[in-house]
C-alpha cells in the first residue's frame, strides 16, 4: 500500500472511530430541520405534492428540497435515519476528499493527514454532520469540485470539466448564496487561464448555465422575478430595519423615511401583514396558498410574501441612505459571528454536557475561543452588558489571524512571479478557485446577512484547511506535486 493510500485509510479510520465516540458519548442525528426551517417545503406536501410544490417553489433554488422531499416521500416513517446515513456517506467522502486536497497542493501525506483529521474531528464538522441542513453537501461539493478542476487541468479533458460545472450546478441548485453570476465568473476565469482547455470549458459550462438559468427563468415566468430565491428583499430587512431600536424605528417612520413595515421583524408570521397587503386570489396549489405548514411555521413561499419582499427592499434603501449606522451594526454582527468556531451555535445546545466539555475544549485549543455564553450573545448583545475589548475572547483569536494570513498568502503565490513558478499550472488554478470562492461566499454572508456568519463560512473551512497546509509544505520539490499541466502558464 502507498503512503498516500495509506493516509486515506487513515483518516477513514480517524473518521469511524470519532463518530463512534461521539454516538456512544450521547450525540444522535436531529432532522428537526425539515419539519421547521424556514427553508423547507412542509412535510406534508413532500409526501404527497412533492413535484408541483418543487415547480412552484420559489423562495429557495429547488435542489435541496427536491433531494429531502424525495427522502421523505420514500421513507415517510424513517427519513430521518436515511438522511443521517446519507450525512454519514457524506462525512467519509469530505475525509477522503479534504486528504487528498491537501496532497493535491504538495503538502506531505503527514501533514495531510494530520490537518484533516484535526477537521474531521472538529465538534463543528460533527455539528453539521448531524444536522439536517445543507451546509455539509455544499462543503461536500466544494471539495468536488477543486478536484474536478485539478483533475481537468492536468488532462484537459471534456469528462473533468462536465465534472467541475456540474459540482457547481449543485452548489447553485442547493444554495441560494451561489448566484449564476458565480458561476459565470468562475468559467470566465478558466477561458482566460486554460486557452488549450477553451472548448471543452464550453462544452461543460453551457449546459450548466442552461439549467440553472432555467431556475430563474422559471421564476421570472410565474412569479415576475428572475431570481433563483426570492428571498433578498426580506433578507435586506434583516440588515436594516431589523438592527434599528425602537426609538429609530419610530423616529424614521415618524419622518417618512421608511414605512410601518419597517417595526416588524422580517420573516414574520403572514398575519402580521395584514395591513400592509392584499390577499392574491387562491391558486389550487398548496405551496403557494398556504398561511403556515402543517409544522405550524410560516409558509415563506406564500405568493403575498412577494409583495413584502418588495416593502422591504424599499425601507432597506431608505436606511442604507438616510441611516447607515443600522447596516453598520449588521456588518459588525455578521464579521463577529464568522469569525466564531463553527460548532458556536444554538444547534449544538442539544449535546450531551461530555460534548459540550470537549467542545469548548476544543475551540479553546483549536480555534483561541476563551469565552462563550451560554445564550450565543452577539457583537452588540455583548457590548450592551459591558464587554468592549473583551469581545474578541468570545471568538476564535486564531482563526482572526489564520484566515486572512491563508487569503494573503494564497493571493501573493497567485501574484508573484517568483512564488508561481513553485507550483504547477493544476494547483495555481485550484489556489486562485479556492481564493474566488471563499472572497464571493465571504462577501455575501458578511454584506448580505447578519447572524450566523459562523454557520455560513463552515462549507469554506476545507478550503482554509487546505490553503493552510499550503503554507506549510516543503519548498522545493515535493514527491507529492502534481504533473504539469499540458498548458502554457500566463505571463
Known sequence: MNTRRAGEVSVLAVFAVSRLVYFLAGFRFNATPVPTFWQ???????????????????????????????????FPDRYGDVLWAVQIAMGAAIAVLLFRLICRLGVPVAWAFVLSSIFVISPGCVLFEDLASYEYSVLLFLLLSALALTRFCESLATRWAVAFFGCLLVLELVRNSFHLVYMLAVAAGLLWFLPAGRRAILIAVLPAVLISGGVYVKNGLLFGRFVAST??????????????????????????????????????????????????????IPVLDQDETSTGHPNFNNLAYLQLHDQYLVNSIAIWRHYPIAYARSVLIAWFSYFRPASDSEYFDVAPASIQAWERAFNAVVFGQLRRTEDRENFLELKKSGHNLSRVLYTGMFLLVVIPATVI?????????????????????????????????????????????????????????????GMLRVRGKSPDRLKACPTKLPS
Not at 433578498?232 to 425602537?246: E, K, N
Open 40 to 74: 423547507m417545503i412542509d412535510p406534508v406536501l413532500m409526501r404527497t405534492d412533492l413535484f408541483r410544490s418543487v415547480w412552484y417553489l420559489h423562495m429557495q433554488p429547488p435542489g435541496y428540497n427536491l433531494a429531502v422531499g424525495l427522502t421523505v416521500k420514500l
Open 231 to 284: 428571498w433578498a428583499g426580506m433578507a435586506t430587512g434583516v440588515t436594516t430595519s431589523f438592527q434599528l431600536t425602537d426609538e429609530e424605528a419610530d423616529d424614521l417612520v415618524k419622518r417618512g423615511i421608511v414605512s410601518p413595515l419597517a417595526k416588524i421583524a422580517p420573516f414574520s408570521e403572514l398575519s402580521d401583514y395584514e395591513p400592509y397587503i392584499h390577499r392574491p386570489p387562491k391558486t389550487g
Open 409 to 469: 498568502w494564497g493571493l501573493a503565490q497567485l501574484v508573484s512571479p517568483r512564488w508561481r513558478r513553485r507550483w504547477t499550472q493544476a494547483q495555481l488554478a485550484v489556489l486562485g478557485f479556492m481564493l474566488f470562492t471563499i472572497v464571493y461566499l465571504t462577501l455575501v454572508s458578511t454584506l448580505l446577512s447578519s447572524f450566523d456568519g459562523n454557520r455560513y463560512r463552515f462549507p469554506l473551512d476545507g478550503f482554509f484547511v487546505a490553503l493552510f497546509g
